[in-house]
């Protein structure tokens, strides 16, 4: 089972490691996607009927974009754990593996035959790794979870949104992929330590907890006074000014984190000068102004277009950008420079495109090295290797 990837890529950093892919929907194909993109063989064990989102999102000649987006740079195996024999195909898999990741709830895959001890008997050196809603202990292990729910418990949804409005969620399903980047962390960490102990261990994170993490200096804030952080918008929660303003043709994002920012912002304006009066002297008192100094500002933001505001604040030292919809972004120079967009080619069928890799390594890059499979595309191939393997001991 060595055979080579369709590109010629050089090895990833995590070449020579294998994973078995339980996963399915989301946060747990995000998890292999990224270990799969540094150069781990990953087997994507899929059900008969397959990852239910093969049939979601956009389909072009009958093929989910969406399913490809995270599953490129693996191989699909179909197995019918309901069987004795597919559970046994999986025992086989498992043997010759570095890594396993499901996302079944708490306790579902032990009561399937692998519990943790059963898998340290099949491979002493399997690190296992799941990807739950709300960790494996507490009154909640049994809850159904998905994003919306995670971001509504996590307190991220309560800080979001406009302070007189209704909490928003976040349009990606961010607990989904912060889930999935925190277990392949973990994976990677484990691998890691397995050098010295050379056994595998357990890897865990969840949807809420992974959110609860990315509170950062909004949790921070709340520990220090006990009070709640209010809604705030666009408007930074603890600095001003700070969020979108408007230009004669849409709107700037604008983000003067000190007060060398604001400075070097102001005077792009001609209005340093605000900043000698006394509701403007300093943060805490631009933030109990903030209305007014938002007002002022618009007023001259107003008067110019986006392109030459963003040019001027840059040039300034001061960040800024324009608010870009896709289109605009998947077409921008720096987002092509950095190849952010990236293109799977399959023979006979139209191109896939989908976002490139944000985690640049110089020796061992990660690379498109398989298209996204097709289901059970490599089931003759894998399950004939291991039982194979099986017999030759």
């Known amino acids: 089972m060595t055979d080579s990837d369709i590109t010629?890529?050089?090895?990833?950093?995590?070449?020579?490691?294998r994973v078995v892919d339980l996963t399915r929907i989301l946060a747990g194909p995000f998890c292999t996607l990224l270990l799969a993109d540094m150069g781990a063989d990953v087997i994507k064990v899929e059900p008969p009927a397959g990852d239910p989102?093969?049939?979601?999102?956009?389909?072009?000649?009958?093929?989910?974009?969406?399913?490809?987006?995270f599953n490129r740079n693996k191989k699909s195996v179909v197995l019918d754990l309901y069987t004795d024999e597919g559970k046994a195909d999986l025992t086989r898999l498992l043997e010759t593996a570095d890594?396993?990741?499901?996302?079944?709830?708490?306790?579902?895959?032990a009561k399937m035959g692998f519990s943790a001890e059963r898998l340290a008997e099949i491979n002493p050196r399997l690190i296992c790794a799941s990807v739950n809603g709300y960790g494996s202990s507490g009154p909640y292990v049994d809850r159904p979870a998905f994003d919306f729910i995670a971001q509504a418990m996590s307190g991220f949804m309560a800080v979001n949104g406009d302070p007189d409005g209704p909490p928003r969620r976040a349009a990606p399903p961010i607990s989904d992929l912060i889930a999935g980047l925190y277990c392949a962390f973990g994976v990677v960490s484990a691998l890691q330590a397995r050098h010295t102990t050379g056994r595998g261990q357990q890897v865990e994170s969840s949807l809420t907890g992974g959110l609860i993490s990315m509170m950062a200096y909004l949790s921070a804030e709340y520990f220090a006074t006990g009070a709640n952080p209010t809604r705030t918008g666009n408007n930074h929660p603890i600095v001003a000014p700070y969020g979108l303003f408007q230009a004669a043709d849409g709107?700037?994002?604008?983000?003067?984190?000190?007060?060398?920012?604001?400075?070097?912002?102001?005077?792009?304006?001609g209005l340093e000068g605000l900043l000698r009066e006394p509701d403007f002297a300093d943060n805490a008192k631009r933030m109990a102004n903030r209305d007014a100094l938002n007002a002022r500002i618009n007023?001259?933001?107003?008067?110019?277009?986006?392109?030459?505001?963003?040019?001027?604040?840059?040039?300034?030292?001061?960040?800024?950008?324009r608010v870009m919809g896709l289109d605009e972004v998947f077409t921008d120079p720096q987002v092509l420079a950095q190849?952010?967009?990236?293109?799977?080619?399959?023979?006979?069928r139209t191109p896939i495109r989908m976002t490139g890799f944000p985690v640049k390594l110089s020796q061992t890059p990660a690379a498109l090295r398989q298209?996204?499979?097709?289901?059970?595309?490599?089931?003759?191939?894998?399950?004939?290797?291991?039982?194979?393997a099986t017999k030759s001991h």
């Not at 010629?8 to 490691?17: C, E, Y």
């Not at 986006?306 to 840059?314: C, E, G, M, R």
Request: glycine share 10%; proline share 7%.
């Open 339 to 348: 190849e952010m967009v990236i293109q799977s080619e399959r023979e006979g």
């Open 371 to 388: 298209p996204p499979p097709e289901l059970g595309e490599h089931t003759e191939q894998i399950i004939t290797f291991v039982r194979n």
């Open 299 to 321: 007023a001259v933001t107003r008067e110019k277009p986006v392109d030459h505001w963003i040019d001027a604040i840059n040039k300034a030292g001061c960040p800024a950008g």
């Open 251 to 269: 709107e700037i994002a604008v983000a003067p984190s000190n007060d060398t920012f604001v400075e070097r912002f102001l005077r792009v304006l």
């Open 8 to 17: 010629g890529a050089p090895a990833g950093a995590l070449d020579g490691i």
């Open 53 to 69: 989102v093969r049939g979601q999102g956009a389909m072009v000649e009958g093929y989910s974009w969406y399913f490809a987006q």
């Open 99 to 109: 890594v396993v990741v499901e996302n079944y709830r708490p306790g579902v895959f």
